[in-house]
């Protein structure tokens, strides 16, 4: 028997994550995936220092900047009209420990919030309220040798949750049924040989299942 969410989405979410080492034309895809209506780029750079951060937003139209959340150098809100922030796990459990102070210099105003978990009992007991969660990885990763899919399933869970791991157009319509409110993409995009087509395939097929 198919499973069968027991929740209305609460949204409808594709988060596309950076690769983490530079690709060829990878701004000049990024670009083009902002104009084919991308809304969510994580930009996920752990071997760029702050310049370097600051020279790829500089590459990107100014235009899309509150399309783009940042992983590393948080304070880069304050001078980029971004989309908001996000904390990788360990960086959660240590930034967040006292409270709210983290965020004191920084300019949240109209900005989101999210975090990466990879323990459903661990983002369902969270305190802090994100405005929404990465869980991976739901399927066996595609970006990522020998990380193999768990099959969440958090239809139980009420917060706003992203899929990730394995996430492509065959397992877009399982990633629903289990009670996902949007999906998260790696390598379904970058590990293909047209980023863009991958991206388009991905989308069309989410928005189809998402508007039955």
Not at 50 to 61: N, T
Not at 114 to 139: I, K, T
């Amino acid at each position: 028997m198919p499973l069968q969410s027991l929740t209305p989405k609460k949204s409808k979410m594709i988060v596309l994550i950076a690769p983490e080492k530079d690709v060829l034309n990878e701004i000049e895809t990024v670009q083009r995936l902002f104009q084919e209506g991308l809304q969510c780029y994580h930009l996920r750079k752990p071997h760029k220092n702050h310049e370097e951060h600051v020279q790829y937003l500089s590459l990107i139209d100014e235009k899309y900047h509150n399309r783009i959340v940042v992983h590393y150098f948080h304070k880069l809100v304050n001078t980029h009209n971004l989309k908001g922030i996000h904390f990788q796990e360990q960086k959660r459990r240590e930034a967040l420990e006292n409270g709210n102070r983290y965020f004191l210099g920084l300019d949240m105003v109209g900005k989101t919030i999210s975090s990466s978990f990879h323990e459903p009992e661990e983002l369902s007991n969270n305190e802090f309220e994100f405005d929404y969660n990465l869980l991976s990885p739901v399927f066996s990763s595609i970006s990522k040798e020998g990380y193999k899919g768990r099959g969440f399933n958090v239809n139980h869970i009420d917060k706003t949750i992203i899929g990730m791991g394995g996430i492509n157009v065959d397992t877009i319509s399982e990633t629903i049924a289990l009670g996902f409110d949007g999906i998260g993409i790696l390598g379904g995009v970058w590990n293909t040989d047209d980023p863009l087509e991958s991206f388009k395939n991905i989308k069309r097929s989410y928005d189809e299942h998402t508007t039955r």
